[in-house]
Each structure stands twice: as C-alpha cells, then as structure tokens.
C-alpha cells in the first residue's frame, strides 16, 4: 500500500466536507477499501482515508411504528443476530447471514455491502492494468473478453469525461440490494432520501447515485404487507466467502402481489417485473412457478461464456416461488 493521510471523522459534516476535498475515499469496515487500496486499482490512489466508524450513533438498529431503521455502520452479523431486524423484516436477516464468511460478517457494513466497488476482475486487476470504462477507460474489456460473471441483460452507459459516453457489464453483486428493493427500503444520505430502487447506478468509481461527498447514514424499511411472507436466495460457488453469481429477493402481501428481484444479472439490481405480473393474484402451482421462472429471464442477451446464468434465473425462480 502507498502511503497516505488518515482522519477520524468526529461528525458527518467533517467526513463529508473532507471526502468533498477531492483524492479522499470513505472507510466503514473496510473489507472493500483494503482490497483495493493494496491491489492499487484506484486511477489515482486516494490522498486520505477518512473513517467513518468514528462517528457516533451510525450503527444502531431499531424500529418505530413507521418502520425499521438501520444505521448505515451496522455490520452484517449484527444484522443477521438481530431479534428486532428478524421481527421486523426475517428476509434482511436470512440475505445478512449468507453473504460472506462469519468472521467477515462482523466486520463489514450494510452500507459498504451496498456501496461496494464492481467485482469484475478487469475492474480489479493489480495495479491497475486494465483502464476499463468503469476507471474512465475507453472500453469495457468484458465485451470481448471473459465475461462469464458479467450481465446477462445488457450493459449501462454512461459518462465517463464530459460529453464521452461508455458501456460497462460488471453486474451489481451486493447480498443485500435484492432484499432492499424488494422490501420498498429508503437509503437516506446527508443529502437525501431514495428510493432502494433509484439509488444503484453505474458511474466512474461508484455503484451508487451518491454526490461527491454525499454519504449513506441510514436504510429505513417502511411497514408494509410485504414484510409478512418472503424469501431469499443465492447461487454460489462456494458456501462461504464467494460473491453470489446470482441472488434473487422476493416478497409477497396478503392480496397475492409479488415483488421479484435479482442481483449478478444487471449492472444494477434487476426487477423481473413480466413475473410480477404474471403471479398476481394467483395461487402458486407447479406450473406456474415455472412460468414464472421463464418470465423472470425474459429478454436476456447472454453471451456464450453466461448462459448458463439464463438457466439459473428460471430454477431460482421457480424454487424460491414453491418454498414460500
């Protein structure tokens, strides 16, 4: 790692007036950061550091009659143990306790969950040897190169320089953006408050919508009928550690509506609205989860080397749809 300056910040007004400065990054548990800063994949390595974990009251949980709150500190351990998250919304828990490995549970954050950096391997090759899209590069080196990890519902384009344009298909891989979306969860931000579903996007060294500056506080989980009955899943390599090559969230109220929703298939998380519409209002049968399934990967452009993501989607799907 190179060397470089460090602040406990002592409020949110200091860490977001100091990452506001320009070559300063924001650190919570750190298990995205490190990786990073010691790989140097950074474009131009962060000047400062500046800790979050130092500011008060940003890890607490609890829950009102508007609905759960969880400080954007809180670990995922403390999540997944949590009787007030497991009351309040038992799917939060279930996706807290799968991602990762125990011992990494009890240091990383939902809010560096969510805010983590894309897992592409170009994106993340030593020392920054590819200059990918996602850097400001001229290419997403994905597009024609090993993709088998990649989108399987096309690419984003945005801005990399002003008035240039560039795609990328790294895919949203966060265990927790599925139940949150699904959930009808609000990230509020020293700035703001959005929508679960408005809040992922794909820039130049971000996942999220967030300002220079801007910084994820809290994720509130309003009370709903969506709360009551839901489940969620995810495909990985290996049981502990592995990213999920595909996750999938899905909730269901008491009228026999569904909201389904996938992580590791888009840049961002992606919501399969065509089997939405297809459940609603009916009982779940055999048949009709895999129909469902089959909507859920409706319009899917994989390329050779993830198609079998296609075929994950549908089993997924349909799994999750009987066991609920």
Known sequence: MRPFNHINAASLSEAANALKKGGAVAIAGGGDLLGALKDNIFPAYPKTVVNLKSIPALSDITADGEGLKIGALATLADIARSPVVSENAKILAQAAGMASSPTLRETTTIGGNLCQLPRCWYFRKLNNRFDCARKGGTRCFALTGDNRYHSVFGGTTFETSPGVNRICIAVNQSDLAPVLTVLGAKFKTTERLIDAGDFFGVGVMTANVCRCGEILTEIQIPKSDFLKSGGYRRFAFR????FPVINLAIAADEKGYFRICLGGVAP????????????????????????????AA?????????????QLIKTLVKRELLSL
């Open 268 to 295: 961002v998380p992606y919501r399969c609205t065509k089997a939405e519409d297809l459940l609603k209002g009916r009982e779940i049968t055999q048949e009709l989860a895999e129909k469902a399934g089959i909507a």
């Open 298 to 310: 409706e319009g899917a452009e994989p390329y050779e080397a993830n198609a079998y993501k296609v």
């Open 239 to 242: 049981k502990s550690i592995d």
